[in-house]
């Protein structure tokens, strides 16, 4: 068991409009390489937001302040012991090229869960996949946007 320190957001990097669900991401991360997966034992994230703004357990916690072996998700290498992982469906334009394209009901439950997170959880540092990884995930500046919503990190 190791000390939450960071909540990363993500995008599943597949083109506005198109829904995600769950299974769709433990077919991607669990299946076998040989069957076009990556064959990890475990999916990336914790929480998916969907088109709809549905947000949906991939992995249960049992939200305290540590990570615990059966709750750690695959997000980012190198982290996925002291964090947490949400996703939004979407992340790419229509030609796979990096774009913000989170719709206004992921926007919405997307505040709403970073806010909620933060006030239970006022040490950990919120991050983009991006700010971590030489990726373009989650396709917006998580830092300027955490501003925008009223929360100010310590660096």
Avoid at 31 to 50: C, E, F, M, N
Avoid at 129 to 139: D, F, G, L, V
Wanted: proline share 5%; net charge positive; with cysteine.
């Amino acid at each position: 068991m190791a000390q939450l320190k960071y909540l990363v957001i993500h995008c599943t990097a597949t083109p506005e409009g198109r829904d995600v669900t769950p299974e769709d991401i433990r077919c991607w991360h669990t299946s076998p390489v040989s069957a076009g997966g990556r064959g990890w034992k475990q999916v990336g994230y914790t929480d998916l937001i969907r088109l709809d703004g549905t947000v949906e357990r991939l992995v249960n916690n049992n939200e305290d302040a540590n990570v615990d072996p059966w709750e750690i998700t695959n997000g980012a290498k190198g982290y996925n012991s002291i964090s947490r992982h949400i996703v939004y469906a979407g992340g790419c334009d229509k030609s796979n090229k990096p774009k913000d394209t989170r719709t206004a009901a992921q926007e919405k439950a997307l505040v709403a869960y970073v806010k909620d997170f933060h006030r239970r959880f006022p040490k950990v540092r919120i991050i983009g996949h991006n700010e971590i990884a030489a990726k373009a995930c989650p396709s917006f500046d998580v830092q300027k946007w955490l501003k925008s919503i009223g929360i100010n990190q310590a660096a």
